[in-house]
Each structure stands twice: as C-alpha cells, then as structure tokens.
C-alpha cells in the first residue's frame, strides 16, 4: 500500500504520512510464539527482503533462534530501529565481524548480526559492515544508515541476510515478528498518483488551490515541448498538466475543470498532441484552448518564448533540447528568473532559437549541463549572437547538475523537492510548484543514491525535503542518506 497524500502548507501532513508496506514471507501464518509488547520501531532493513517467524526454531548445540532473520542482497542498507546510543560492536576486520547493540532511549535494545563483511561483489571477508561514524558510545537516530547486510559470522555458510533480535528493559529476549510488521518504514512525505498524469494533477492541486486563470498542458510521453512549458507555466504562475497523444486522462480534465482556468494552452504540435485531446479539454471545462506550436521541438520553443516575452527578456536560458535532465532542474529557475527556456543540440544552435536569443536580447544566458550537452562552440555562438554574459551551471552528472542549479539558485530555501532522474514527466509538472514556494527540483534515483541532495540541503540550509512521484520511480531506498542526515524530513 503507497500512501499518497497532498503537501499543505505548514507540514501538519507529516502527522498522518502512514505506515508503508513492507515484503513478508507468510505474513498470514501465526506466530510460533506471540511477541512481547513493544514500542514503534522503524524497519531496520531498508530495501527488498522477505522474512518468516522462526522465533525458537532448533540452532546447533542446542540452541533455539531468539531473533527474526531478514532475507535481503548484500549492500542492502541497515538503519537503526530507534533513536539510542551504539552499544557492544564486534568489529575486528576480516574477524569476528560484524555485529553491534544498540541501546534504544526507551530502555529496550535491538541486536544486528551479520552484517557485512566482504569487499562488495566479494566473499573474501575483508570488508566493514558499519556506516561511518558508527561507534561505541555513538548517538544515533532512528532511520540513521548503521550498515549493511552481509553473511558474515556462522552465516558464511547461508544467504545473506539480517538477524535482528529485540530485548526489553531488562535484557529478555523477545520475539521481534510482530513489531517488524508493523514497523515504520521512513520515506519523504510524496505527492503521488497512480501515474504521471494524476501527478502532475495533484502537484497542480497542492500549488493552485485556489484556481488559475490560465493552464498549461502538455506531452506526458514526449519531454520536449513540455520542458519549454515547464518554465513558462513557472513564470506565469500557471499550472503544467499532462496528456497522452490520442487522449487527455479524466485527472488531468477534472483539475483542468477545478482550476476554473478560461484559457488553457496546449503545447506542441498535432504529432504530439492530437487534435481530439484538445476537442476533449474544450468539451470537458468549456475553456478557450490554444494550440502554441512550431515545426519541430526548437521552433515550439521559440515560439513559445516568443508568446510569453513580446517586448523580450533581460534573461534566458538554454538547455539541450535532446536530453532532459539538465532542463528539468531548471524549470523553476525559469520562474525564478521570468526567463523563457530554449532548447539547442548539443553542437550548435538552431535556426529558431538563434532568432528568438537576439529578438530577446538578454544580458545574461544561462546555459545547464556541462560541456557533453551544450558545447563550448555552443556557448561561444551564444556570446557572440547575443553580446550577453554566458554563464555555464553544470556538475558532473545530471544529479550534481541538478545540485549545482539548486545551490547556486535557491539559496535559503526550507525545502528541495526531490524528483526521478531517469523519466522526466514528475519533474516537470514539478517546476510551477517548486517556483512558487521557491524551491529547488533535485534529480535523484535509487542507482545515485541522494548523497547530493544532503550536501545541497546542507549548503542552502533546507531542512525539509519532499518527493514528486510515488516509489515505482523513486523507492523509499534512495531516501536513506536525506533521512539519516534530516530524521525529521522523513516520516
């Protein structure tokens, strides 16, 4: 079960973010013997795994198991269940390693056993199975990353995977099953739907709650033309809803009729967006609908600028028209800035845009994305076409770049909207919002970790992040590191 909830000002929804489903194995069996009563815990391991009850199960030697064994990959990360300080750790190096205690601020303690030992893609045991800065006598949070899965210890011999045992306040052992289903799993408060276009309803819904008087709709399945949109939708205060080719999706209709907008602007040409879609936005809110097209994907654009900026503009942006990534973090900087968003290959402009920059005639063009997506020729070409100061805001990926823009744009914002760097069609119904509220739009994915959202919160001084999409795009997983540097971001 996804929970998806509207973002409302005030962040009073961080009280009712609820509880995520988590993978079991037989969850409907019974327990072999019913848990002690507990407090809340958060779910130590945070990724795919599957576990059963196995609680006083036979060991060897006469044993019975007192813990809960969670099945995952090795690397998957481990968090810590509770808000406490770092207890017994067994840590030599390529020895007994690696298990720890950690002493709950409730009185309780959870014990995680067999973490990683191994160089990753390894069995050769001469790996660290705890996070760094994890220590003896160390504070930690709840959801904070501790370590990972591993095998080491007597499960060298087994699948990966996390025993995890739980002992009250006075040392018992007690079975840890139930409180593991109904552990918290931490996640960024999201605004999701079941699919990009009820997304992009909903943001328009958090952003514009009182209506607007002009709307923008774009592809949902093609970036280019809605990349330009994005920004101007940004500028204009204006919502960006999605839609198929053939059809316009009964989300994007119903907020289109809630938002009361008389003039609705679809962009992109009939190859694009069908000629029905615009016949069903007319029969569905009675609006005035315009189409603002040009020939190809830099023409649409120009156009476009050329619509929103009659008497020009002192600012303008350039972004490659071929590849997303650089120009999604740049839609809200579009609003920022009352700026149109160009598009150019990667080489040399084209002839629309070339024409649009000196009608414009600004002084200062920003381009985004180093130099494998807009040239150094490219650049030069600009600065010579227009007389204006060029200044290029790149990184070394589309995730650092999205972090360059926000930190170089969004000084002081209180939070980062965090959006799929792989698809684009979250990301830019995001712009409109994150201009509005004056907040940065930040690529991530699971593969890149959010590593670069902590450091760019941590420059601009955010301390709250919230995710545009649900977790079929952007799992809870990628959120470890924005929730063990801001536990209070992550409910």
Known sequence: MTIRMPLLKGRPWLAS??????????????????AEPSPPIVFPVAGPNTFTDTWGAARAGGRTHEGTDIMADKMTPVVAVSSGTVGWMHNTQGGNCCAM????????????????????????????????GIESGVRVTAGQLIGWVGDSGNAESTSPHLHFELHDPSGTPVNPYAALLAAITLDLPRIAGADRYATAALVSAETFPGGSTVAFVASGLEFPDALAGSAVAAADGAPLL?????????????????????????????????????????????????????????????????????DGSATAIVVNGYLAPDALSG???????????????????????????????????????GEAVVSAATVAQIESLTGASVVRVAGGSRYSTSKAIATRFFPGASTVLVSDGITFADALAAGPLGAGRGWPVILASESSGTDHVVSAMQTIGATEAVAIGGPAVLPSTAFVAICAAFPTACE
């Not at 149109?340 to 994305?369: C, H, I, W």
């Open 242 to 310: 999605l839609v198929s080719e053939t059809r316009a999706p009964k989300t994007a209709t119903d907020e289109l009729k809630r938002l009361g907008a008389a003039t609705i602007y679809v962009l992109g040409g009939t190859a694009i967006i069908a000629e029905s879609v615009i016949e069903d936005i007319r029969s569905a809110t009675g609006a005035s609908v315009e189409r603002i097209a040009g020939k190809n994907r830099f023409e649409t654009a120009a156009t476009l600028s050329k619509f929103a900026y009659p």
């Open 17 to 34: 973010i609820a509880v995520l489903a988590i993978c079991v194995t037989n969850a409907s069996a019974a327990p072999a013997a019913a």
């Open 101 to 132: 205690a950690l002493q709950h601020d409730d009185g309780w303690e959870s014990w995680y056993i067999h973490l990683n030992n191994d160089t990753p893609g390894t069995d050769d045991g001469q790996g660290w199975g705890f996070a760094p």
């Open 331 to 369: 839609a809200p900087v579009g609003g920022l800035l009352d700026a149109p968003m160009l598009l150019t290959s990667a080489d040399s402009l084209s002839s629309p845009t070339e024409r649009e920059l000196k009608r414009l005639s600004p002084s200062t063009v920003y381009v985004f994305g």
